[in-house]
């Protein structure tokens, strides 16, 4: 069965750091993928779209990379802030159909 | 402009009770999706609209679920007989396009309680 898996519930950093979350998929073949950022009680808001033939994509402090052959998304956010806390989804869509899937999500917290 | 909004915030009902979960979308956007949410997990897929047509129903869980988008604009989610196990928040997005090509834009969702 289709698998996304976001490697850890919950990461830690300090202030300044690079945070980096993971994306993986299995039985999957993905056209396109994103990343969404949800805080509590609020629905998910969009943050950036890579397609299967694109390798990297940056938006401000933020860098999402997409291996098709590792079947992974590595989400960066450099210069990391506390108001960088949230939840992160990452989201997959196939080709025919624009039905998204997400995965379970990587709570960060930012730590002054 | 307005974002998508959905009604109501909160819903208390009883086991075995119908309910009605309503999404207005941003105007002008033909895709519509419903996701259900539960505590510590990512949105699960229910059902995609593109204009009035569900154009993917399979996450839908069981007959008991439907969901309508009569006009192409706003879409009503409809739970007959609900149970315990339909606890969970609601959550409507809306695209320009669908998802493929422009990104989802979620309201705050319903949160549902059975109880």
């Known amino acids: 069965s289709q698998k996304i898996e976001q490697n850890s519930e919950a990461l830690n950093i300090q202030e300044g750091k690079t945070a980096t979350l993971t994306c993986n998929y299995t039985?999957?073949?993905?056209?396109?993928l994103q990343w969404y950022r949800q805080d509590p009680g609020r629905g998910p808001v969009f943050l950036l779209l890579?397609?299967?033939?694109?390798k990297e994509k940056r938006k401000e402090r933020l860098k999402v990379t997409f291996d098709t052959t590792l079947k992974q998304s590595l989400f960066h956010i450099t210069a990391s802030q506390p108001a960088d806390s949230a939840t992160y989804l990452c989201a997959l869509g196939g080709y025919n159909n624009n039905d998204m899937r997400f995965g379970a999500g990587t709570r960060l917290t930012v730590k002054p | 402009g307005a974002g998508v909004s959905q009604t109501p915030s909160n819903k208390v009902t009883e086991k075995g009770k119908y309910v009605e979960l309503r999404c207005d979308p941003i105007s002008g956007h033909t895709a519509l999706y419903w996701y259900r949410q539960s505590l510590g997990q990512g949105p699960e897929f229910l059902i995609y609209f593109q204009g009035t047509g569900a154009a993917d129903d399979s996450g839908l869980p069981n007959d008991r679920f439907f969901a309508v988008r009569p006009e192409g604009s706003v879409s009503t989610l409809k739970i007959q007989r609900t149970e315990r196990g339909d606890s969970a928040v609601y959550l409507c997005?809306?695209?320009?396009?669908?998802?493929?090509?422009?990104?989802?834009?979620f309201g705050n969702g319903t949160r549902l309680t059975v109880t």
């Open positions: 890579i397609r299967e033939n694109e």
């Open positions: 039985n999957y073949s993905p056209a396109y």
């Open positions: 997005a809306s695209s320009l396009m669908g998802a493929s090509n422009s990104p989802l834009h």
